[in-house]
């Protein structure tokens, strides 16, 4: 799956920057997630790696709030360097291929990607419009969601703290939906990924590096919203492994931009807004 400053959305029990704890990235922009083992430290600065389950399954599952809650992000960097073996950046990362989309799911998400380059740039798209979608917020679709975007082992550690992460109220009631975690009467829920271009930063024939450049809308579309619906620009980079004859997903990383400069566009209203959203419908992404 974007509320003042850059803040930290996974802040349920970490917090972020102290004037706004819902931001995603906080003071760095920069959130880590180890799967299945990880770093269940504060999100601006890296830590050992514990011992604790407890705590780094409390990481993982809160991270996923990132695209959920972004609608508040303001730019960012991140110092971070390239892994060893990661490709420079091309000027055709994103090229056509000529190859179709594929034609198979699991659940509502795409599956069977092609084992390649191509397969995993296409499963990275793909899996960053599922993970940034409103249906996070669903506990069925969710299930969905997290069954067919991780790696066995890490979605079968997920699914109850996911639950416990998604049904806290005062999580929900933060982001103006209601306790059951649907929008209020007369109000739209929108939160939608729209990927840019993808780049390959590794390849290792049964692993992957992928970024994703995407744009997110999220927030309340309707009269009387107090969280309007909003751009933010990002860009996650997926950790994948070649599992049953697909592409899953085992770690990723998040920071802010590139922004485009806004052009001096009257935002449209909220009834265009919502009429927008639910009448055109999103993408199966291929390279």
């Not at 679709?141 to 082992?153: F, G, K, L, N, T």
């Not at 998040?254 to 052009?263: A, E, F, L, N, S």
């Amino acid at each position: 799956m974007s509320p003042g400053d850059e803040h930290d959305y996974r802040g349920v029990d970490q917090g972020g920057r102290t004037d706004d704890p819902y931001s995603t990235l906080g003071g760095t922009r920069q959130t880590r997630t180890r799967l299945p083992d990880g770093d269940p430290g504060h999100p601006h600065a890296r830590r050992p790696v514990r011992n604790s389950r407890s705590l780094v399954t409390i990481t993982a599952v809160v991270v996923l709030l990132i695209a959920a809650i972004a609608f508040a992000n303001r730019g960012g960097t991140s110092n971070d360097t390239a892994s060893p073996g990661a490709k420079s950046p091309g000027t055709a990362g994103s090229a056509a291929t000529g190859t179709k989309p594929v034609q198979t799911k699991t659940g509502t998400i795409p599956s069977g990607f092609a084992h390649d380059e191509q397969g995993a740039q296409s499963a990275a798209a793909n899996y960053s419009v599922a993970l940034v979608s409103d249906g996070m917020f669903d506990k069925e679709r969710r299930h969905q969601i997290s069954e067919a975007v991780y790696a066995p082992d890490v979605a079968a550690a997920r699914r109850d703290d996911l639950d416990k992460v998604y049904s806290q109220e005062s999580f929900l009631t933060s982001i103006g939906l209601n306790p059951d975690g649907k929008a209020p009467e007369g109000l739209t829920f929108i939160s939608r990924a729209n990927p840019v271009g993808t780049k390959v930063e590794k390849y290792l024939g049964d692993t992957a590096t992928v970024a994703v450049w995407y744009s997110a809308l999220f927030g309340l579309a309707g009269e009387g919203s107090k969280n309007p619906v909003s751009e933010s620009w990002y860009t996650t980079t997926y950790e994948l492994k070649w599992v049953d004859g697909d592409w899953k997903v085992t770690d990723f990383t998040q920071k802010d931009g590139p922004v485009p400069v806004g052009r001096d566009q009257t935002a449209s209203s909220a009834e265009e807004m919502a009429d927008a959203v639910q009448g055109f419908g999103g993408f199966t992404y291929a390279r």
